[in-house]
C-alpha cells in the first residue's frame, strides 16, 4: 500500500469531527491495507510506531526537524525557524515548504506505508553518538520522496503529533467493522485490552478473522490495561450493590505498579503502561524475592514511606522517583517506597484474570512472601455498615486514601481496561457534597488579568464522553494554584498549544487558547449543576443544558499517570449528579 494513498485518507478524517464518518473512512483505508502492512498502518494513525509499551520514541526536537526541513527545502534556518513559530504545526509547516519548493507537488519516489514506517523505526532506535545526524538523514530523505501532503503526516508522527482525531476505540470500532461484525466489538476491546497492542490485535483480525484474537492471551513483558473502580457515596450503598457482602480493600495514595516476573528478571510497568522498571531499582530484587513462583504477573500500589517514621507518605513524593536519570541512587535513599499488592493476574502460565476475585486473592497471599518493601493490601470481608466505617476509618488512619470494595461473587473476574461495579472506590473526599475529587483535562485557557498577567487566568477543563470520544467542558479552573505552579502553566503547557480548537473537543465557550488534550488535573468541587455553557453531558437532564462542576479547585495533584482518555468520563459526572439528588 503506498503511503500516499494512507496521507489521502488523513486529510479526508481531519476534515470531518462526525465520528461514523471517521470510523467508515478508516474502514475504507484497513480494507487496502495487506496483513503484512496493516499493523504499520494502524501504528501510524495512532501517532505511534510501536504499541504503547514499548519504550522505543523518535525523539526528535524542534531544532533537529526545522535543520531538516531547511535542508531539504534549501532555505535559511532562521527563515525555517520563524515560519514555525508562525505555523505552530510541524506537519502544516512541512506540507507548505514542499508545495512551494516541488510545484507539482509528487515526491521522487512512490513510497510504501513499510518503507515510511522502516524508515521513522531506525530514526527511533537510533542512539548514542551521532544519532542526531542520522535521524536528520533519514527524515531528509523520507521527505525528499514525499509529497507535500505525505510530508504533512510524516512530520506530525515525528514530533507525535497527529492531530486527525483518532483514538484507539475508534480504531477498534473501525477494525470490529472491518473484519468481524458489530457484536464482535467488545471482544477485539477485551484482546486490546490484554496484550495493549493495536497492530497485533489488526494482524490477527486480518489474518483469520474474529477466531484469530484466541491467540491472543496473557503473556509475562506485555503490560495489561489496569481494571478500573466505579463509585458510590455511602458504604451502605456501595455494600447493598454487592448483594450485602464487600471485600474492603486499603486505597492507597501512591503509583499504580504491574510487576512482570519471568525468564530470571523483573520489569515493572505504570498504569499508563511505562516501563518503570529503572526508576525503581531496588524493587527488582525486593519482588524476585517475594515471589514463590517461576513466572507471573501481579498488581499493587507502590507508595512512598517515610524513612523516620513509617508512615505513607502523599503521591507527590513518589512523583519525584519518576523521569529521573540522574541522581536516582540519593532519590532511592531520600524517597524510599514499599509496593503492597492487591492482585495476581498471571501464575506460571495460568490465566487468573478469569477466576473470582476471593480465589486470586488465596492465591496471590499463597505466592508472596512479604519482605520489607513488599507486601500485601490490607483486606477485611465486612457484611454490615458498622464494620464497612471501621474498616474505613482504619484505612484513614493508616494514610491511606480509603477504600476499595471488591465483589467476592462467582462473577468477581478481573476486567481489563473496564470501569464497572464489580469495584467500587470510597474515599475521604466523599465528605464533601461533591462526593469525589475528579481528573479532568486541559482544553484551553484563558488570559490572565491583573497580577495573573503574562500567564493563564483560568483554565477551561474537560471530561471524556467514551462513548462519542469527545472531550467535553465541564468547569473553568482557576482556584487552587500557588504562584508557582500558576506561572509554570504556560511553559507546561507549551508542547499541546494549538491554533485552533481541537476537533476531539466540544465546547460553547471561546477560550483565549486551545490546547490538545493531554494535561490531567485533580480537581475537588462543591458540587455537580446545570450549565447553560459548558457541554458535558448536554440536553441528558434538562433540554439546553449541561452538567459543571461548581467552585472548583485544583488540588495541587498533576495526574501524570493518566493519559486524557482515561480522565474523569461524562458519565461519571453524570452519575455525581444523580447520587447528590439522593443524599437532599
Sequence with gaps: MLYREVADFYEKVEATTKRLEITALLVDMLRNASCDEIANVVYMTHGRLFPDFYP?????????????????????????????KQVGDAGLLGEQMLRASSPSGLGSEALTVNEVHDSLSKMALSSGPGSQETKINLLARLLASSTPVEAKYILRIVMGKMRIGVAAMTLIDALSATFATKEDRDAVEIAFNITSDLGRVAVALCREGISGLSTLGLEVNVPVRSMLAERLPGLDEILAKMGGTAALDFKYDGLRMQAHIGDGRVRLFSRQLEEITDQFPEMLNAIAS????????????????????????????VSRRRGRKHGLEEAVEEFPVTLFLFDILLLDGRNFMEVPYRERRRKLEETIAENERVKLSTVKLVSTAAEAEDFFNLALQ?????????????????QPGARGWLWIKYKKDYKAEMIDTVDLVVVGAFAGRGRRSGTYGALLMATYDKERQVFETVTKLGSGFDDETLFSLPDMLKTSLLPAKSGEVESRMVADFWFRPALVLEVIGAEVTHSP?????????????GLAVRFPRFTGKFRKDKDAYDATASGEILEMYRMQLKKT
Design 56 to 84: 522505543e520514541k523518535i525523539g526528535m526536537a524542534e531544532k533537529m526537524a526545522i535543520r531538516t526541513l531547511s535542508t531539504v527545502c534549501r532555505m535559511e534556518q532562521s527563515k525555517v525557524e520563524a515560519m514555525w
Design 533 to 545: 455553557v459548558h457541554t458535558c453531558n448536554w440536553g441528558k437532564i434538562k433540554e439546553g443544558s
Design 398 to 414: 493508616s494514610g491511606c486514601e480509603g477504600v476499595v470494595a471488591k465483589s467476592p461473587a462467582d462473577e468477581s473476574v478481573y
Design 290 to 317: 517475594a515471589f514463590r513462583g517461576r513466572s507471573g504477573i501481579i498488581e499493587g500500589e507502590c507508595v512512598p514511606v517515610d524513612i523516620n517514621t513509617g508512615e505513607m507518605l502523599p503521591f507527590q513524593v
